[in-house]
């Protein structure tokens, strides 16, 4: 076990069950003409997370911990889009759509995959999810029994839309969520505080809340020692 310094309390980090859990950091959130621009948002609000990001992603993978990575979006045919998703809004274009880059956040587009800072490599699990949460419709609880997790650092975008759905999800089927406010980011700066403090309340009702300097200093820590019998 090693201890992370976090809100509402320290963080018991149980390294073997925990997984990073990186949550849409993809063009289509991140980079203009996607998404997340066509839902009238400033993107820009969001290219903080990514050094941040970056940095615990090399420290996740030096450490052997699990990474997992997510990406919002459709199919091709749009079979697994909701009517009542497609219409909200009410924009000029809506998924899809053709726009800067590609059919806005349908699978195999440019705009749906993950940017080339956090680009996933071999061996991690990246997981299409057509809804908000990252456990409803995919494979995600499947991981979660595979490799016997119990534990969540969840990070990426927007902290109070999809990293809160998916803690949330996470939160009802048993899991303890780490949330770390440098690594998440929202289009509104006060729904990002409020969302974490929603996490961190009531004694952690949903949750925890760290940053990442936190978490990388833990996975450096050196194994506690076996104690001697
Ligand atoms: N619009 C917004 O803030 N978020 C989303 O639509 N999806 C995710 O949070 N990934």
Redesign the pocket.
């Known amino acids: 076990m090693v201890t992370i310094s976090a809100k509402p309390y320290d963080f018991e980090l149980q390294p073997g069950k925990a997984a990073l859990l990186i ?2 950091m ?1 063009r289509d ?1 991140i980079e203009p003409g996607g ?2 621009a066509m ?1 009238g ?1 400033d993107v820009t609000q969001l290219e903080r997370t990514i050094a941040p990001l970056k940095a615990l992603l090399a420290a996740a993978r030096a450490a052997g911990m699990l990474v997992m990575h997510t990406r ?1 979006g459709h199919k091709p045919d749009l079979s697994d889009l909701h009517e009542a998703k497609r219409v909200r809004g009410k924009g000029s274009t809506t998924i899809g759509d053709e726009g800067p880059m590609g059919r806005i956040l349908i699978i195999g587009e440019p705009g749906h995959d993950i940017i080339p800072d956090l680009y996933p490599i071999a061996g991690e699990p990246v997981i299409d999810k057509p809804g ?1 949460g990252a456990f409803y419709a995919t494979e995600l609880q499947d991981l979660v029994d595979q490799h016997g997790l119990t534990q969540l650092i969840v990070c ?3 902290t ?4 809160h ?1 998916t803690v949330r999800e996470a939160n009802d089927r048993g899991m303890e969520c780490l949330v770390l406010s440098d690594c998440t980011g ?2 509104f700066s006060e729904f990002h505080e409020t969302a974490l403090r929603m996490i961190a309340a009531q004694g952690g009702i949903f949750g925890w809340v760290g940053d990442s300097p936190g978490v990388i200093a833990a996975l450096a820590a050196p194994a506690e020692p076996e104690a001697i019998s």
């Open positions: 949550i849409d993809q959130f998404f997340g839902l948002n919002e908000k990426g975008v927007t109070e839309v999809c990293v759905t929202s289009y």
